[in-house]
């Protein structure tokens, strides 16, 4: 029998978030993103708090969510453990040439697809504030299979 969690069960897959406000901008690793309506096309995102994305979000009122390609697993340490705060993240990936623009957000040349979404609302949950979200405009970017929290335990990235 799994000695795993049963929220831990289940294989989620793993977006970036792209954010900014006035002259910053920064992205981050997000799973708990869920669509919740067809029509219109609503998802909700849960943000951790204290982080530079989610002072991007709340003042600007929209991101982009970023669908993460499987051969993208290298980004979790840059955006899934470094602070916003206290790390130019968008600086390190220009560098890196990773980088283009969509809608005026920094995206991941290599993601899968990206999504515009427009914050209808915010809510207290818990670790994270929750954001019901209306999609604006979407674009597949590349072919490929999307990156999974299966493939970062494979990867022993992470720890669940």
């Not at 340490?77 to 130019?88: A, E």
């Amino acid at each position: 029998m799994t000695r795993k969690k049963p929220w831990n069960r289940v294989n989620l897959p793993v977006y970036s978030c792209s954010s900014k406000s006035e002259h910053n901008h920064n992205m981050h690793m997000i799973t708990y993103v869920t669509a919740i309506s067809m029509n219109p096309k609503r998802f909700i995102c849960g943000i951790y708090y204290n982080t530079q994305t989610l002072s991007n979000i709340e003042a600007s009122g929209e991101f982009v969510l970023q669908v993460l390609s499987d051969q993208q697993y290298k980004l979790v340490d840059l955006l899934g453990r470094k602070s916003g705060k206290t790390t130019d993240k968008i600086r390190i990936l220009n560098k890196r040439k990773e980088l283009t623009t969509w809608k005026d957000f920094n995206v991941l040349i290599n993601c899968l697809a990206v999504m515009h979404l427009k914050v209808l609302q915010g809510f207290d949950a818990g670790d994270h504030k929750c954001f019901l979200c209306e999609l604006v405009s979407y674009k597949n970017l590349n072919d490929g299979n999307a990156l999974s929290l299966d493939d970062l335990r494979k990867r022993k990235l992470i720890r669940i």
